[in-house]
Every structure is written in C-alpha cells, then in structure tokens.
C-alpha cells in the first residue's frame, strides 16, 4: 500500500487523486486488519489552524493520510514538484467511497451532525448512490472535545463491525475528535469529511464546479452564511497565503 505526499504548511497532504485514495481505503479494509486508521479532508481553514496549534498539527502529522479538500492546497503542492497531485474534496470522496463499495463486503457508520442527520444521510446514500451497508449511525451531543465519552461511543461502533467511521463535524473538532476515538474503536478507517452529511442530505448547497475549481468556494459558502464564516474567513484566507509565501521565500533563500 503505497502513497504519494507534499508538505504544505509542514502538514502531509495526499498528492494523488479521489481514485487513488479510494483504492488505498478499499484495499486496506479488505485485509483482515483492524488498523483504526485516521483521515482528514484538510482546507486551508485546517493547515492554518495547525500553524498555531501544536496539537492539532500533531494530530495531522499522526493521520494515515490527509486529502487534499481545497484548491488551494493543491495549488501549493503542484508548486512543490508533485504535479499529478489533485483536489480530494470531502463530499467528493465520500460520494465515491459509496459508490465504489455499495457492492462489497465493507460496511459504514455515520457519526455527526444535528440530531436526526446521520440517520438523513444513511436514507440518501441508500437512494442516491444505492449503497444500503451503513451499519450504524450516532449524533454527538454538542459538548467540550473532551467531555465526549469516547469509550462508550466506540463500544457502540464496534458492536455493528463497521469497517469505515464516517465523522461529519468541523475542523478542527473533527479531527481531534477521530483521534481521540480511534483509542477505543475496532474498524479499519476514521474519516472525517466536515459537510459532507449536511450536503448529501440536502441540508446545504455545495458551491458550482466552476467556484470550486477556481479555489472560490470559501467566498460561495461565505455569501451563503455570512454571519457564521465572515470572522473564520477573514483570518483564513491572507494568513494562508503569508504563510507559504514566507515559507516558499525561505525556501528559495536557502537554496
């Protein structure tokens, strides 16, 4: 099981594509290894708060790989030589993770969202991408990253013998939240997906392709909730962007 990576911003992002990692996942469930490994789906919203959070970088850094979920990103680590590296948006990933495995012996749990969506999202992956193999599902209660009973919420998961967790919160709570779960839980894969469950349910509406493409969903999704992301979007983006030019200019002056 190989994988191709770039650091950007010192975090190790998957420099391949969707089919890849796709492939990755599948072969290792497939296996009879319980290896309870994590993956993000990592923006710029997440890269930026790893600058200034140690551990949430650690916790990164730990993960079994990091998918590459804005453009931007991928902007960088074609910068860095890897240019076959290609935009693994979350939703995009789970889509084809349900599709790719509606007819094989891997099975899903959902865990996230509003009280009721995971259950929502079990109903549209069944009608939508025809995969009836979620096992399980589970809406966290809103509380503290570390007031969760992890313990618990495994042992339930474990019970249903899911292969992959699917965890549809925010970055960074999601992240932090998958690592601290994975201490407890028997599965093959946790993956966190951020809006995934709110878009595949209808909840939300995605952003065009062509915004996507252009590295312009931050600005769709800021017209769409303005009063929620303006502050989160206002540090993101230019910090982003000083952050690799600072590290592409020390790069360059070392050379």
Known sequence: ???????????PLFASNIESATAL?????????????????TGAHGLVFAKKNKVFEDTLKSFFINLPDGMPGVWVGKMKGSKGMKRCYGPDFFLHMMTSTKNLAITHFFCGGNEGIANQLKEAVAQKFANTNVVGTFCPPFKDIRDYDYKGIADQINQTKANIVWIGLSTPKQELFAKNLSQFTKVDFIITVGAAFDFHTDRVTQAPRLLQKAGLEWFFRFLMEPKRLYKRYLEIVP????????????????K
Not at 1 to 11: A, D, I, N, R, Y
């Open 1 to 11: 099981m190989t994988k191709s990576e770039v650091e950007v911003l010192g975090v």
């Open 25 to 41: 996942v599948i072969e290792a469930c497939q296996s009879t290894n319980k290896n309870n490994y994590c993956i993000s789906a």
């Open 239 to 254: 910090m982003f962007i000083y952050y690799n030019l600072k590290e592409l200019f020390t790069f360059a002056t070392r």
